[in-house]
């Protein structure tokens, strides 16, 4: 993530100097954006934003992301399945998302904006555990996989600060917050449920979430 971050100052630094003019004009503008979240597993989104003149804009974000985790675990009741005692595990997961974004209303002063805006965060993932017993006392030396999908939503505040970097293009930073509606847990069966608090939820990131984000726009005259 920190060289995520080094690169995208690094990229703004070297932006050639330009009258600000993406933001002074007031016509409805499409704007196509990267950017960076403070989600580990997920940290880089795209987003488009129908920025209107004053009332009632829209935009959509949406990304991908992955994670790899290991340790071990302790089963403290025997099983002929899952087993009993110490078992060393992996996880990986794949994650995507999407987010609808609505913004009622757009506040611009001398070539910046803001605004406040409500979101409805849908993500997926797809989610690989592999646990591997030793010494168990019923089968001895053995191991595990399991396979599961999630589907995940939350409602979410953001809010967003635009500054003009020259024609057609902005610089963005803002942050989240939200709270989870749909919120299974992968492998909660097999962890106890002792997994829900290191568990990230792609587009979400945990139960109640807060993130940041900065990003670079590009813009696009509605025609």
């Not at 070539?111 to 849908?122: T, V």
Request: some cysteine.
């Amino acid at each position: 993530m920190k060289k995520y971050i080094f690169l995208f100052c690094l990229f703004c630094n070297l932006m050639p100097s330009a009258k600000p003019q993406s933001l002074l004009d007031t016509t409805s503008k499409n704007y196509y954006g990267i950017h960076l979240i403070s989600n580990w597993n997920a940290p880089v989104y795209l987003s488009f934003t129908l920025l209107k003149p004053k009332w009632h804009s829209y935009g959509v974000k949406a990304g991908i992301g992955s994670s790899y985790q290991f340790g071990d675990f302790y089963n403290s009741y025997p099983s002929t399945y899952y087993g009993f005692g110490y078992s060393d595990y992996s996880q990986t997961a794949r994650y995507a998302f999407v987010t609808p974004v609505y913004i009622p209303a757009v506040f611009r002063e001398d070539g910046k904006l803001y605004y406040f805006s409500i979101g409805a965060p849908f993500g997926y993932s797809k989610d690989h555990l592999n646990r591997a017993f030793a010494n168990d006392p019923l089968l001895g030396n053995f191991s595990r996989s399991y396979d599961e999908k999630h589907f995940y939503s939350a409602i979410e505040l953001g809010f967003s600060y635009w500054i003009d970097l020259g024609k057609n293009l902005c610089f963005s930073v803002g942050a989240n917050t939200g709270v989870r509606l749909l919120k299974p847990t992968p492998f909660e069966e097999q962890f106890m449920g002792a997994n829900k608090r290191d568990t990230y939820y792609p587009g979400t990131s945990k139960g109640l979430y807060f993130s940041i984000h900065m990003g670079l726009l590009f813009s696009k005259f509605k025609k």
